[in-house]
């Protein structure tokens, strides 16, 4: 998709050029002052030369929403922060729309030596989000989602919305967020799972982009309290072979980045390459990370110091890790040989952390309740889910990214809550 460059001037008549933004910096040269005005296309330099102005010039503040009329005129001063590099305009007014207070934090990062701590940017988070790097981060996991949505309708996926409010656990219940719901409990929906199998099994090919919420207890750069999941789930293929829509989606929307992202990548000083994939079974990884004396627990996910290891065996690669034992994937997941307790799950790695999981699912209902009862569940809190599969349920897979996660491994993010705009954890609920 061809992006449409965004605009600094509003409106032109008669050779006046109006615009409208934030007072980014100013510079006071007795006779001649200077004025950068940021909006989302970037900064432009304003020169005002005309006395009579000189007054509104003086009552300015970092930061004042304003409205500049003026003449554009090819630049001649450039400052290395302003974007707009062939433009310039000398302002013939100035009217201020809102007078900005003593700032916060700062938005200009031109003194490299303040360097505001993550927890009171985020306070600060909407005048955060003016710093181009923060707003090229937004920009580019605007475009990881369009892309994903873009992949899918093309297939004829069908989006849907599964509700958020749900009546029992799909991911296990020790990670709910209780909710009254009138005169009965309810939660918060950990994963969109139960329900974009349900109606996979009757639409076949669908997809979402939804949040989650997971009241994990402990705060981890690579964790929060509140996510935002992209999904499909399709009817009649494996895990295997939905896998290859995962390898798929993943290099194009990468690809999509590097091509309508440049500005953004650029001012984030990042290089991306879209990733090769490589396929390694659990046994196949387990043994590989014993041979360099790592240990392992048997039948048990692989951690963070795993994972980052094994993208360090394996850079710039997508590494899909398939056939995990039964015992360490959820109970929705389909016992592919279930003598040597191998099933259909997979979990994918990318710059160093896990992005995805998913897999085959369970598409039988005594399948189901047996397993439910290993995995120490109780079958009557699931019984609309299992019944849903006695009336003809093809089988089917699916998988998750998730979206900050994914955000973060491919710009090399060191803390998920870059890459969320409002991020919620165990210690924040506002803004
Ligand atoms: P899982 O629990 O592995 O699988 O989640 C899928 C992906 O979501 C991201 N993720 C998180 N991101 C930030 N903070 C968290 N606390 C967090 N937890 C998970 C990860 C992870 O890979 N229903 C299954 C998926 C499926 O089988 O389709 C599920 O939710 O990137």
């Known amino acids: 998709m061809k992006k449409e460059k965004r605009t600094y001037i509003k409106d032109i008549k008669k050779g006046q050029v109006f615009l409208q933004g934030w007072t980014h910096d100013l510079r006071d040269l007795a006779k001649i002052k200077f004025l950068l ?9 304003c020169i005002i030369k005309d006395k009579k102005l000189f007054k509104k010039f003086s009552e300015l503040t970092i930061e004042s929403v304003i409205s500049i009329t003026g003449k554009a005129k090819k630049a001649i001063v450039k400052s290395p922060e302003v974007t707009q590099k062939e433009l310039e305009v000398e302002v013939t007014n100035i009217e201020i729309i809102n007078k900005a207070e003593q700032l916060p934090i700062l938005v200009t990062e031109k003194d490299k030596t303040i360097t505001t701590d993550i927890s009171k940017r985020l306070d600060n988070r909407s005048i955060d989000l003016r710093k181009p790097k923060v707003k090229a981060i937004f920009i580019i996991q605007n475009e990881i989602m369009r892309s994903f949505r873009e992949f899918f309708a093309k297939q004829d996926f069908i989006e849907i919305q599964p509700p958020c409010i749900i009546a029992s656990a799909s991911e296990g219940g020790t990670e709910l967020f209780a909710v009254k719901y009138f005169e009965r409990d309810a939660y918060l929906a950990q994963s969109p799972q139960l329900y974009k199998q349900l109606a996979a099994i009757a639409l076949e090919k669908v997809t979402c982009i939804v949040p989650v919420w997971r009241a994990e207890k402990h705060n981890t750069p690579r964790h929060l309290n509140e996510s935002r999941q992209m999904d499909i789930e399709v009817a009649f293929i494996d895990d295997i072979q939905v896998l290859k829509y995962l ?17 953004e990548l650029n001012v984030l000083n990042k290089k991306i390459m879209v990733p090769k994939v490589k396929y390694l079974s659990y046994d196949e990884t387990a043994k590989m990370l014993k041979k360099i004396h790592m240990s392992v627990q048997e039948n048990e996910e692989f951690d963070s110091v795993h994972e980052k290891k094994l993208c360090e065996l394996f850079p710039d690669t997508l590494i899909i890790i398939h056939s995990y034992p039964s015992k360490a994937k959820p109970f929705y997941i389909w016992p ?54 006695r009336y003809g349920a093809p089988f089917h897979s699916g998988w998750s990214i998730g979206l900050e996660r994914f955000t973060m491994a491919l710009l090399g993010l060191e803390n998920i809550r870059e890459a969320c705009m409002f991020p919620r954890d165990r210690d924040r609920l506002t803004p």
């Open 37 to 45: 005005l940021r909006d989302i296309s970037g900064i432009i330099q």
């Open 247 to 263: 390898e798929s989606v993943i290099q194009y929307i990468v690809k999509n980045v590097i091509e309508n992202c440049k500005e």
């Open 336 to 389: 592919k040989d279930q003598k040597k307790g191998i099933s259909g799950g997979f979990d994918a790695l990318l710059g160093g952390m896990e992005i995805s999981s998913g897999g085959q699912r369970i598409h039988k209902a005594d399948i189901l309740i047996k397993n439910l009862r290993e995995k120490g569940l109780n079958p009557e809190h699931f019984k609309h889910y299992i019944n849903a599969f």
